[in-house]
């Protein structure tokens, strides 16, 4: 057999591995989301999304989980954005080449990668204890806010590295500050991969639930908040507490939360997709 038919098998068999590689995953999601779809077709209406949690499984729903979800993404999204544009900018366009800025970028990359449950004992002992906030709404959005931030920081970076250094040149040549090219030139080219980047870091967040449990969201609540002090739960926790009930009924509810949870998860998806295609239209380089 000749070396080129030789290097022809590897490549075929190398392309078959890789498909398998990409089908088999697939599959199994597929297949897992099936069988959750299923098991929650029997629960899954307006009652179940405007009921509160109840000892009856058939008489509960999510309505506190799913407004304390949107209640903590707001929260983090308020907190951890501006932040994370503002440091991203920062470090990309003002700060200098030294060991202090490379020193604070190695550290950010580190912490993307901290396991979740690290930082619900970090907002425990920070929001919770030493600042008073209690076990509240806003001590677990200030947690979760300090969990995406160095997503934030980091994918507010790649979108703004994807501006042409000649842009901002050209801006300089005509006079601008350095200011008035962030803010003008800068930071509108790159608002699609910024408002990508940040919308799917929420969508990270909003399936959190071991930093939430560690800073006190309650598994069982039956009102709905009523300030940032108040005490609350989210969809993940709902759903962590219907699964550990041994009755089957409250299983069949866990699978019809999970699947308010990933359509929640696709409408947050879609909308950083259509927000970035809308801005990108109006790029002219």
Excluded: H
Aim: one cysteine or more.
């Amino acid at each position: 057999m000749s070396d080129r038919k030789r290097s022809k098998i590897y490549e075929r068999v190398f392309v078959s591995m890789c498909v398998i590689a990409i089908a088999l995953p697939l599959v199994l999601l597929v297949a897992l989301i099936l069988n959750i779809a299923i098991d929650a077709m029997g629960r899954i209406g307006w009652d179940f999304l405007v009921s509160y949690p109840s000892r009856k499984p058939q008489a509960a729903g999510v309505l506190p989980g799913l407004v304390g979800s949107m209640y903590l993404m707001l929260i983090t999204a308020g907190i951890s954005l501006p932040i994370g544009v503002a440091a991203a900018v920062y470090l990309e366009e003002y700060a200098l080449s030294n060991w202090f800025s490379r020193f604070i970028e190695v550290n950010i990359a580190n912490l993307a990668g901290v396991p979740s449950v690290i930082y619900g004992l970090l907002g425990l002992e920070l929001f919770v204890r030493a600042m008073g906030m209690g076990r509240s709404l806003l001590a677990g959005g200030c947690t979760m806010a300090l969990l995406v931030l160095p997503i934030v920081i980091l994918s507010s970076r790649e979108a703004l590295r994807t501006v042409p250094s000649e842009v901002r040149q050209g801006a300089l040549a005509l006079g601008a500050s350095r200011w008035q090219v962030v803010r003008r030139v800068v930071l509108p080219m790159a608002m699609p991969g910024i408002l990508t980047g940040s919308i799917l870091s929420i969508s990270r967040a909003i399936g959190e639930t071991a930093p939430l449990i560690v800073v006190g969201a309650l598994t069982y609540i039956t009102f709905l908040p009523d300030g940032v002090m108040s005490p609350f739960t989210v969809l993940p926790i709902q759903i962590f507490n219907w699964v550990s009930r041994p009755q089957q009924a409250f299983v069949l509810n866990a699978a019809a939360g999970i699947v308010v949870l990933l359509v929640t998860l696709v409408l947050l998806n879609a909308t950083a997709i259509i927000m970035r295609n809308r801005l990108q239209k109006r790029r002219n380089w």
